[in-house]
């Protein structure tokens, strides 16, 4: 199976930061990867798809690069709701795989 | 507005089955793959399970193969999820999800989640 490596695992940030996570595949999933936002005791939510799409609905602060084995997503101008865990997919082949989450918190 | 609705969880013994329900509505799953993805308690997601649109095709995790069975009944608009065999360490919160969604070679992702169902596997 395909290990996705994610990091960081947690991450202080303020209001109006910029900041990024990346994932890094166990090796080249093309742009299979997609980018989901956990609240607590919610179901995730799609993000980015195809590595670097927003997802309907989503606001353009969230952005989403790379091809390959490593990906990056990026969130402008932190606002307080985007406070939450932030999960990689990578669905390029059988089994998905997850990585293990960055947990984002307000410093 | 398209919405999936999770049901079937509960409290089983090791070693017990349980069947989890995905229902749909506004939005025809016949026209989707569709997945099952948990959660551990304080931990991350693990997908879990995926079946495609005309329900011939399924795949799983090394994790639950063997013991878990996804299916579908289009005409019910529903999906399953068949576990026997129970462990404690599948002891989560089950989402099912639309997708993923694939249309000439893009991967759309998982787009539609269940609010999720809680199965504990416990003597």
């Known amino acids: 199976a395909i290990q996705m490596t994610q990091s960081p695992s947690s991450l202080s940030a303020s209001v109006g930061d910029r900041v990024t996570i990346t994932c890094r595949a166990s090796?080249?999933?093309?742009?299979?990867l997609g980018w989901y936002q956990q609240k607590p005791g919610k179901a995730p939510k799609l993000l980015i798809y195809a590595a670097s799409s927003l997802q309907s609905g989503v606001p353009s602060r969230f952005s989403g690069s790379g091809s390959g084995t490593d990906f990056t997503l990026t969130i402008n101008t932190l606002q307080p709701e985007d406070f939450a865990t932030y999960y990689c997919?990578?669905?390029?082949?059988?089994?998905?795989?997850f990585g293990q989450g960055t947990r984002l918190e307000i410093k | 507005e398209a919405q999936l609705l999770d049901s079937g969880g509960g409290l089983v013994q090791p070693g017990g089955s349980l069947r989890l329900s995905c229902a749909a509505s506004?939005?025809?799953?016949?026209?989707?793959?569709m997945s099952w993805v948990r959660q551990a308690p304080g931990k991350g997601l693990e997908w879990v399970s995926e079946?495609?649109?005309?329900?011939?095709?399924?795949y799983y995790a090394d994790s639950v193969k063997g013991r878990f069975t996804i299916s579908r009944d289009n005409s019910k608009n529903t999906l399953y999820l068949q576990m026997n065999s129970l462990r404690a360490e599948d002891t989560a919160v089950y989402y099912c999800?639309?997708?993923?969604?694939?249309?000439?070679?893009?991967?759309?992702?998982?787009?539609?989640w269940g609010q999720g169902t809680t199965v504990t596997v416990s003597s």
């Open positions: 506004g939005v025809t799953l016949r026209n989707y793959a």
């Open positions: 999800a639309r997708g993923v969604v694939v249309v000439a070679a893009t991967s759309y992702g998982m787009d539609v």
């Open positions: 079946i495609n649109a005309g329900g011939d095709r399924t």
């Open positions: 997919l990578q669905d390029y082949n059988y089994p998905h795989t």
């Open positions: 090796q080249g999933i093309r742009n299979d």
